[in-house]
C-alpha cells in the first residue's frame, strides 16, 4: 500500500483539460459505489463541461488531482473555501485504487489545504446509506451531522411573480452590490463570504444572484445556475447553490424571486435546492409550497459540532 501511495504524483492543479479524464474517473467511481449498495441499475452520467469549469475555477489553487505511474489520472478532490468556510467535492479515486490509501491521501491534503488558508469549518457530504464512506471520514476526524435534502419543485408552483434585483444588471454598482451581499451574509453568520461564488457565476454566465429588498432593505439573496447538470441534456431546471436570507419569510421571497426570473422565455421548468434540515421550519416551507424530496445526503464535519452561529437562514450547497 505505501508502495502504491509513494508513486502517485501529486497533487497538480485541475485544469480544462482534465474534464474528460475528470469525467471518466467520476462517473466510474460514483457507478461503482452505487453498484456496492445494491442500486445496479444506477449509471452516473458525465458532468456538463459549464459544471466542471465552474467547480473548477471556484476551487482555484483547492482544485487537486493525482496520477499513476503511466500519468492517467488516480484521483481529484476539489477544496472549496467561501470565507471561513471550507468543504470538498467532489472527490473520487479510480475504483481499482480504492482501499489502498489513495483516499486518504487526498481528504488530508485538501484538509491541510483548507486549514492553511483559514478555514473554520470543513466539511463534506456523502450519501447516508453508505456505512463504508461514513467510517472512513470518521477515522479521518468528520463526524456525522444532519442531512441534507435534495428537493425540487416546479416552477409556476414556486413563482408569485416577485420582483427580485439581479446581479447582473447592475453593472455600474457592481462592487457596491457585492459589498451589500457580502456584509449581509457575513451578518448573519459571520466569517462566511459568497463574493467568489457570485462572481464566477455571473463572470462564467452561468446563472444568477437574485436579490431580495423590502422597502429598499436587502433582505436576503440567492446564487442559482441554469445550465444543464449532465453532459448532453436539456437544461430544464434550475439550481439554488447559496440562500441567504434574515427569516423564512424572506426565504419565501427569494425562491419566489428565482422562479419569476428563471421562468423568463423557454428554458427550465423546475427548481432544485438541498435544503439543509439545520433548518426544519424552511424544510416545512418547502414541503409546504410543494416542493417533493428527491434525494438525501449527510453533512459530515471535522471534528462535529455546529457548522457557525447563524442567525436568519445561511444555506450553502456543498455540492456543484
Same mark, same amino acid.
Given at each position: 500500500?505505501?508502495?502504491?501511495?509513494a508513486?502517485?504524483?501529486?497533487?497538480e492543479?485541475?485544469t480544462?483539460q482534465?474534464v474528460?479524464?475528470?469525467?471518466?474517473?467520476?462517473?466510474?467511481?460514483f457507478?461503482?459505489?452505487?453498484?456496492?449498495?445494491g442500486l445496479t441499475?444506477?449509471?452516473?452520467p458525465?458532468?456538463?463541461?459549464d459544471?466542471?469549469?465552474?467547480?473548477i475555477?471556484?476551487?482555484?489553487?483547492g482544485?487537486?488531482?493525482?496520477?499513476?505511474?503511466? %500519468?492517467? @489520472?488516480?484521483? *481529484?478532490?476539489l477544496? &472549496?473555501l467561501?470565507?471561513?468556510?471550507?468543504?470538498m467535492g467532489p472527490?473520487a =479515486? /479510480?475504483p481499482?485504487?480504492?482501499g489502498?490509501?489513495v483516499?486518504?491521501?487526498?481528504v488530508?491534503?485538501a484538509?491541510?489545504?483548507l486549514?492553511?488558508?483559514?478555514?473554520?469549518?470543513?466539511?463534506?457530504?456523502?450519501?447516508?446509506?453508505?456505512a463504508?464512506?461514513?467510517?472512513?471520514?470518521?477515522?479521518?476526524?468528520?463526524?456525522?451531522?444532519?442531512?441534507?435534502v435534495?428537493m425540487?419543485a416546479?416552477?409556476?408552483v414556486?413563482?408569485?411573480?416577485?420582483?427580485g434585483?439581479?446581479f447582473?444588471?447592475?453593472?455600474?454598482e457592481?462592487?457596491?452590490?457585492?459589498a451589500?451581499?457580502?456584509?449581509?451574509?457575513c451578518r448573519?453568520?459571520p466569517?462566511?463570504d459568497y463574493r467568489?461564488e457570485?462572481l464566477?457565476?455571473?463572470d462564467?454566465?452561468v446563472g444568477e444572484?437574485?436579490?431580495?429588498?423590502?422597502e %429598499?432593505? @436587502?433582505?436576503? *439573496?440567492?446564487?442559482? &445556475?441554469?445550465?444543464?447538470?449532465a453532459?448532453?441534456?436539456p437544461?430544464?431546471? =434550475? /439550481?439554488?447553490l447559496?440562500i441567504?436570507a434574515?427569516?423564512?419569510?424572506a426565504f419565501r421571497l427569494?425562491l419566489?424571486?428565482?422562479?419569476?426570473?428563471?421562468r423568463?422565455g423557454?428554458g427550465?421548468?423546475?427548481?432544485a435546492?438541498?435544503?439543509?434540515?439545520?433548518?426544519?421550519?424552511?424544510?416545512?416551507?418547502?414541503?409546504?409550497?410543494?416542493?417533493r424530496?428527491?434525494?438525501?445526503d449527510?453533512?459530515?464535519?471535522l471534528?462535529?459540532?455546529?457548522e457557525r452561529?447563524?442567525?436568519?437562514?445561511?444555506?450553502?450547497?456543498?455540492e456543484?
Amino acid at each position: 500500500m505505501r508502495r502504491l501511495e509513494a508513486a502517485l504524483t501529486g497533487p497538480e492543479r485541475v485544469t480544462l483539460q482534465d474534464v474528460d479524464a475528470l469525467n471518466r474517473l467520476f462517473s466510474d467511481a460514483f457507478t461503482d459505489r452505487y453498484h456496492r449498495d445494491g442500486l445496479t441499475g444506477v449509471r452516473v452520467p458525465f458532468l456538463s463541461r459549464d459544471v466542471w469549469r465552474f467547480a473548477i475555477e471556484d476551487a482555484g489553487e483547492g482544485a487537486m488531482l493525482w496520477r499513476d505511474p503511466d %500519468g492517467q @489520472l488516480a484521483a *481529484f478532490n476539489l477544496a &472549496h473555501l467561501s470565507g471561513t468556510e471550507g468543504w470538498m467535492g467532489p472527490l473520487a =479515486v /479510480r475504483p481499482s485504487l480504492q482501499g489502498l490509501g489513495v483516499g486518504r491521501r487526498i481528504v488530508l491534503a485538501a484538509i491541510e489545504w483548507l486549514h492553511r488558508r483559514g478555514a473554520t469549518v470543513i466539511g463534506l457530504e456523502t450519501m447516508p446509506r453508505t456505512a463504508e464512506n461514513i467510517g472512513f471520514y470518521g477515522s479521518l476526524g468528520f463526524l456525522p451531522g444532519r442531512l441534507t435534502v435534495t428537493m425540487l419543485a416546479d416552477l409556476a408552483v414556486v413563482d408569485r411573480r416577485t420582483a427580485g434585483e439581479l446581479f447582473s444588471q447592475a453593472r455600474a454598482e457592481r462592487d457596491a452590490r457585492l459589498a451589500e451581499l457580502s456584509a449581509l451574509s457575513c451578518r448573519l453568520a459571520p466569517g462566511v463570504d459568497y463574493r467568489r461564488e457570485i462572481l464566477l457565476t455571473d463572470d462564467l454566465g452561468v446563472g444568477e444572484t437574485t436579490l431580495v429588498r423590502i422597502e %429598499g432593505r @436587502l433582505v436576503g *439573496f440567492g446564487v442559482w &445556475h441554469r445550465v444543464s447538470l449532465a453532459l448532453g441534456r436539456p437544461a430544464d431546471e =434550475v /439550481r439554488a447553490l447559496k440562500i441567504v436570507a434574515e427569516d423564512v419569510d424572506a426565504f419565501r421571497l427569494v425562491l419566489a424571486a428565482i422562479a419569476t426570473e428563471a421562468r423568463q422565455g423557454a428554458g427550465p421548468t423546475r427548481l432544485a435546492l438541498r435544503c439543509q434540515t439545520a433548518y426544519p421550519e424552511v424544510y416545512a416551507a418547502l414541503l409546504a409550497t410543494g416542493f417533493r424530496v428527491q434525494w438525501t445526503d449527510l453533512r459530515m464535519l471535522l471534528g462535529g459540532g455546529p457548522e457557525r452561529a447563524v442567525e436568519g437562514i445561511v444555506m450553502s450547497n456543498w455540492e456543484i
